[in-house]
């Protein structure tokens, strides 16, 4: 067996020792923080599904040794349930994860400006984003009127076309989606990042 092996090994068995002296528990405080950060998670992704009514009761009916880490499990679920919506629906559930992250805070001013910042973000991109495709949409209209009228032309047949039937309309799209997504995305982390500070 090589020394590096064996050595290995060696680190192992005394791991394993560790662990039975401990009672068949680790006894390392990290992986026990990791757990219970893992927890909160859990209990923060529950109470998103409506399955647990107040993260703050949770937090309150735990050890208060265990508090820090599952607040930071809990935090780092609620942030990541906040995101640049598509549609109106989606702010749905980015909103009662702000709500969370509001329980979690308590009621410092600092983080009701934050988080309402953060609410202000996810509103104008979504009036943004649907201000552009209008703009898009009619650009390519005036086009299409024109590719309509060629193919009646050629094909005795008239036919109406949405934007979207343009061949570089998604193209375009694309792009300006990119555009509003890395400008409205980092105004949004930086938030994200400051409330994660704060809790």
Same mark, same amino acid.
């Given at each position: 067996m090589s020394d590096e092996i064996k050595s290995t090994m060696e680190k192992v068995m005394e791991r394993l020792a560790a662990m039975d002296a401990a009672g068949g528990a680790t006894a390392d405080p990290d992986y026990r923080g990791e757990e219970r950060q893992r927890d909160g998670m859990r209990q923060a992704a529950a109470y998103l599904r409506g399955e647990k009514a107040s993260l703050a009761a949770l %937090?309150?009916?735990s050890p208060a040794e265990a508090q820090p880490d599952l607040r930071r499990g809990m935090a %780092?679920? %609620?942030?990541r349930n906040i995101f640049l919506p598509r549609d +109106? +629906?989606?702010l749905g559930p980015a909103e009662k994860a702000m709500t969370g992250l509001l329980e979690l805070a308590g009621t410092g001013g600092e983080m009701l400006r934050l988080l309402g910042d953060m609410k202000k973000i996810l509103e104008q991109y979504l009036t943004h984003r649907r201000q552009l495709r209008q703009q898009l949409a009619e650009q390519f209209a005036q086009q299409l009127a024109m590719l309509e009228g060629d193919l009646a032309r050629r094909t005795g047949v008239a036919m109406k076309l949405g934007p979207e039937q343009h061949p570089k309309f998604q193209e375009e799209w694309q792009r300006i989606q990119d555009e509003l997504n890395s400008q409205y995305g980092r105004a949004l982390d930086q938030h994200k990042q400051q409330v994660e500070h704060r809790i």
């Open positions: %937090l309150a009916a %780092l679920t %609620l942030l +109106e +629906e989606q």
